[in-house]
């Protein structure tokens, strides 16, 4: 998670001037993904972690959704606090990506993760990089680990099949 900042950056080929991050709220896990992809995810063995996490978390819960509904005039006032001198017309909202939590079922309920985590399906055929901005200075080796733990279990899968 993040709070709001500003940030300069180069996009193709010119700098701009960053403030964010906002909260939004999708049900979609993908940006391609379907709008059925978080009530598909609810299963049985997963629906206590997930209110756990709920019940646990209900202050962040309340600033993402306030966070969420902010109008571009609420924003700027944001903005304002830290640049007084932004001007409303000057800026606008632009939809830089889409991060995942990681809600980590625990013997006592769910845990929610805020770092990133190296994820795999049971049978191997996925392993993906989850979690929340990884950062440049770790994303390389992260990806990697992936890397490296997707070909040992491809490499060794009927061994492991065995066990």
């Not at 600033?63 to 509904?69: D, E, I, K, M």
């Not at 939590?101 to 996925?126: A, C, P, Y």
């Not at 200075?137 to 066990?163: H, R």
Request: glycine share 8%.
């Amino acid at each position: 998670m993040s709070v709001p900042h500003l940030d300069s950056r180069w996009i193709n080929g010119k700098k701009y001037l960053l403030f964010g991050p906002f909260a939004g709220f999708t049900t979609k896990f993908l940006k391609k993904g379907s709008y059925f992809d978080l009530f598909e995810s609810f299963k049985k063995d997963n629906l206590l972690p997930i209110f756990d996490v709920g019940f646990k978390n209900f202050e962040l819960i309340k600033y993402l959704a306030l966070q969420s509904t902010k109008n571009h005039s609420s924003r700027i006032k944001d903005l304002q606090e830290i640049m007084p001198s932004a001007c409303k017309d000057d800026w606008y909202l632009k939809n830089a990506g889409q991060r995942v939590q990681i809600i980590k079922k625990t013997k006592s309920g769910g845990v929610l993760k805020f770092g990133t985590e190296i994820v795999n399906s049971r049978d191997g055929s996925l392993f993906a990089l989850l979690g929340a901005s990884p950062g440049a200075s770790t994303a390389v080796n992260i990806m990697l680990q992936v890397l490296k733990k997707s070909i040992f279990y491809n490499e060794n899968k009927a061994a492991l099949d065995e066990k």
